[in-house]
């Protein structure tokens, strides 16, 4: 079946320290995206990309880098200059163009500062 | 101002009520209206998109007003599993995809 994967499910990270997390997809799309929900709140796009080896910075990046070298895969690295890390990662996926229908999420990344 | 505003709620409703959510956007461009559904701890998922002459899925009503920038769902003879967050989500002008969440509506329904 095609889907979206985050891994991993939950994440503990130590102050000063770079995590990396994975995003996959197998369903064809073009444009992949990065958000950070915290409790209560909205989503907050942090990366997006639309093809591969090009990505464009959110709402949010400052602390974070992407890469794009493939489709189907679009990770996150949460750097040590992000000073408030603890949140829920969601990574989506979608078409792009005209009447593109809403993205694909996966089932999240929870990331904790020890 | 946010791009997509939501009343936060919570809505607190008995089982069989009818309930109905309001979401406004500031962006007169935008072109693609959707309602996700996150239960607790979650990923989002699409509940419908919003289409404007309006569109029915079952007990659930999303209408588009572009004059008003004002998005609405409507849940009729609401169950106990209907009990969720109700995102309201406007993608945005150009061929960027980008879409844009509202903060989102939490719906408890009592038995």
């Not at chain 1, 890469?67 to 189907?72: D, I, M, T």
């Not at chain 1, 949460?78 to 999420?105: D, E, I, M």
């Not at chain 2, 919003?50 to 569109?55: A, C, K, L, P, T």
Request: hydrophobic content about 30%; proline content about 4%.
């Amino acid at each position: 079946d095609g889907g979206i994967t985050q891994s991993p499910k939950y994440l503990f990270r130590k102050e000063g320290q770079n995590v990396t997390l994975s995003c996959e997809q197998n369903l064809n799309h073009d444009a992949m995206y990065w958000y950070r929900q915290d409790p209560g709140q909205g989503l907050r796009l942090i990366y997006y990309s639309q093809i591969v080896n090009d990505f464009q910075k959110g709402d949010i990046a400052e602390g974070y880098s992407v890469s794009r070298e493939k489709k189907e895969s679009f990770p996150l690295t949460v750097t040590s200059a992000q000073k408030n890390p603890t949140a829920f990662y969601l990574c989506a996926s979608g078409r792009t163009g005209q009447g593109a229908a809403g993205y694909t999420f996966g089932s999240g990344t929870r990331l904790t500062v020890v | 101002r946010k791009e997509v505003e939501q009343d936060p709620g919570p809505f607190n409703v008995p089982e069989g009520a009818t309930v109905a959510f309001n979401c406004t956007y500031s962006n007169s461009a935008s072109q693609s209206f959707f309602w996700y559904r996150q239960d607790c701890r979650k990923e989002p998922k699409l509940l419908m998109s919003v289409y404007s002459s309006g569109n029915e899925d079952g007990r659930f009503t999303a209408q588009l007003n572009r004059a008003s920038q004002y998005i609405s769902l409507l849940i009729r003879d609401s169950k106990l599993s209907d009990s969720a967050t109700y995102l309201c989500v406007v993608k945005g002008s150009g061929n960027t995809g980008k879409l844009i969440f509202g903060q989102g509506t939490t719906l408890q329904v009592k038995p």
